[in-house]
């Protein structure tokens, strides 16, 4: 019972620590022939960025599918080479 309940406790560690990752945002525009998205976004704390409305590509054009302007979001930015782009895109709780 002592490894089960360890196990449980590591399982919501982890997804604690996913969840602090997103950033909460609006979407303002897609543009899903050149693979982007406008949001307007809280802090991202891993790029050390405040809030602000900007532009960012998408790794993958299927996340896309996800949103729709107006919709609240949890997102993951990351820094690639020279520009910022979403690699997770789900819906806001």
Request: aromatic share 2%; net charge positive.
């Amino acid at each position: 019972m002592t490894k089960t309940l360890l196990l449980a406790l590591l399982a919501s560690l982890s997804l604690s620590a996913a969840a602090a990752d997103l950033t909460e945002a609006e979407v303002k525009k897609i543009d899903a022939d050149q693979a982007k998205i406008t949001l307007k976004h809280g802090e991202i704390k891993n790029l050390d960025m405040p809030p602000m409305t900007m532009v960012f590509g998408v790794k993958d054009k299927t996340l896309l599918a996800k949103a729709k302007p107006g919709d609240k979001v949890r997102v993951r930015i990351e820094k690639d080479g020279a520009r910022y782009v979403v690699t997770v895109l789900e819906a806001a709780p």
